[in-house]
């Protein structure tokens, strides 16, 4: 949770403990076992109720959020009846007095207009109900109304309005997280869609016209790279997941470099080791290829007799080690590190810089890329998968 939520449930624990003892609320009586005083102890049942509530606004403001949460957030409140809405419904009634949920857009029609909010009169012709009053806070993410959350009881009171108010500045927080974590995800699909617009369509049609050379010569041989570009193209393009396997990932790279051996043949040696412990491993989606591709490229460009690439993914205790290694022209580190900070231009890099800033939104700047290069020294690319990450699961 950010900083910015802790502090408002501070705020919100000692309103509501307050708003409890006026409403007439009453903690259970407190047993010998209870660990801390009766004010300790409805922080914590507060804090409780208030972690349990947050898991379902974390989907956004939606009827099963709304519905998931309701209860929890009536009894945050105290209150006789809840009910939260979008811009344009009602999306959960919870407690006594459903019969309202029919007026409470009209209620809060300026609300929705001003973001401001308002208090009115049920004016409610049965009399043995008890919703007699309510208060109707916006809930607002980015200057925007979403919607409201509306708290009855049965006569006015400046408590509940304030204690409301807080209460839907912590449900705020909670969306503007759901919004967060929109935008990231998008974030990482444009990412993938820039990392598959890179595979170069030079390579495409060079596999394409390698395949073809074998036709006649060795129609076996054809039609085995051929499942192996349609099973590459298959899984580079495919459209469900963010993570994969480290097995997959490694599949794919397998299928990859067969057809840039078909093109090369004798001037491209790869050697491969792989320990079978770390092949479950997730990892970002398309996170090794790129780095095979550029050793690749910088391994064959203006080599004259062979160019040997390493591959390793090796089991490092809690994590899990790969390292990518040519022998080709390297980098000048300066330039490297121009590319890292995304100053290497639209078409420069773009492998490189897209990979490391994904390993380091998923599991932090600890674990961006190690780059050892030089100019004519080849290059060496170390990157680092925490075995578990909560979130992280292969697809």
């Known amino acids: 949770m950010t900083g910015a939520g802790i502090a408002v449930i501070a705020v919100l624990t000692?309103?509501?403990?307050?708003?409890?003892?006026?409403?007439?609320?009453?903690?259970?009586?407190?047993?010998?076992?209870?660990?801390?005083?009766?004010?300790?102890?409805?922080?914590?049942?507060?804090?409780?109720?208030?972690?349990?509530?947050?898991?379902?606004l974390r989907a956004g403001l939606t009827e099963e959020s709304a519905r998931r949460s309701a209860r929890r957030l009536r009894s945050l409140l105290g209150t006789d009846a809840l009910c939260l809405t979008d811009r344009d419904q009602v999306l959960v009634w919870d407690g006594e007095g459903d019969h309202h949920g029919k007026d409470v857009m009209h209620h809060v029609q300026g609300l929705l207009a001003s973001g401001r909010d308002t208090a009115f009169h049920s004016d409610c012709g049965d009399l043995d109900c008890p919703l007699r009053w309510a208060v109707a806070v916006p809930l607002t993410v980015d200057h925007r109304v979403l919607g409201t959350l509306v708290a009855y009881a049965p006569?006015?009171?400046?408590?509940l309005a304030r204690a409301a108010g807080e209460v839907a500045r912590w449900v705020c927080v909670q969306l503007e997280l759901a919004e967060l974590d929109r935008s990231r995800t998008q974030l990482i699909e444009a990412e993938i869609k820039a990392l598959r617009a890179q595979i170069s369509p030079h390579f495409i049609f060079n596999?394409?016209?390698?395949?073809?050379?074998?036709?006649?010569?060795?129609?076996?041989?054809?039609?085995?790279?051929?499942?192996?570009?349609?099973?590459?193209?298959?899984?580079?393009?495919?459209?469900?997941?963010?993570?994969?396997?480290?097995?997959?990932?490694?599949h794919s790279i397998d299928q990859y470099l067969a057809l840039v051996r078909a093109r090369f043949g004798e001037r491209l040696s790869v050697t491969l080791q792989v320990a079978p412990e770390v092949l479950p491993v997730a990892l970002p989606f398309l996170c090794l290829q790129p780095l095979v591709e550029n050793a690749v490229k910088h391994g064959l460009e203006g080599a004259v007799t062979r160019s040997r690439i390493t591959i390793s993914a090796l089991d490092a205790g809690a994590e899990a080690e790969v390292v990518i290694e040519d022998d080709g022209i390297g980098m000048d580190p300066g330039r490297l590190r121009q590319i890292l900070r995304g100053e290497g231009g639209t078409s420069t890099g773009i492998g490189l810089l897209n990979v490391d800033e994904r390993l380091r939104q998923v599991y932090g700047d600890d674990y961006g890329l190690v780059i050892e290069t030089g100019a004519g020294a080849g290059m060496k690319i170390t990157l680092r998968l925490p075995k578990y990450r909560a979130g992280v699961h292969g697809s």
Not at 21 to 40: I, M, N, Q, W
């Open 207 to 250: 596999s394409l016209a390698a395949i073809a050379s074998f036709v006649r010569t060795d129609p076996e041989q054809a039609r085995e790279l051929l499942l192996e570009f349609a099973d590459f193209t298959r899984y580079s393009f495919r459209r469900h997941g963010e993570f994969t396997t480290l097995a997959d990932e490694l």
């Open 14 to 56: 000692l309103l509501l403990f307050g708003t409890g003892f006026l409403l007439g609320r009453t903690a259970r009586p407190v047993r010998t076992s209870d660990v801390g005083t009766p004010v300790e102890h409805a922080t914590f049942e507060t804090l409780h109720t208030a972690s349990l509530a947050a898991p379902p």
């Open 155 to 159: 006569r006015e009171s400046a408590v």
